[in-house]
Nanobody
């Protein structure tokens, strides 16, 4: 099993910045992909950004140029630096780790951290 714990959420005014962290522990494979998702009430969870174990990143169009995902493999931690935040970024942010489990991929999730952006 893998455990994921997010931190860094909070309230910020529009135009501000926040940095989220996610620490992974447990049976983590060397090759994996970690990601940030976000969700607001009544909506589906949406992908924000991903990063592979060798550092390849991918972003949703809505956050490109504003958010940066990074990772520290020694600490089993990923980060999401969020800048120029706007009200549409208000959501619960969830950390995800995907790795191979037998013949299939297995997804693990954190419990989330809330980001509130006021205009």
């Amino acid at each position: 099993q893998v455990q994921l714990v997010e931190s860094g959420g909070g309230s910020v005014q529009a135009g501000g910045s926040l940095r989220l962290s996610c620490v992974a522990s447990g049976r983590i494979l060397i090759i994996n992909t970690m990601a940030w998702y976000r969700q607001t009430p009544g909506k589906q969870r949406e992908l924000v950004a991903t990063i592979t174990s060798d550092g390849v990143t991918n972003y949703a169009d809505s956050v490109k140029g504003r958010f940066t995902i990074s990772r520290d493999n020694f600490k089993n931690t990923i980060y999401l630096q969020m800048s120029n935040l706007n009200a549409e970024d208000t959501a619960g942010y969830y950390c995800n780790l995907k790795q191979r489990g037998g013949r299939n991929d297995i997804n693990f999730w954190g419990k989330g951290t809330l980001v509130t952006v006021s205009s």
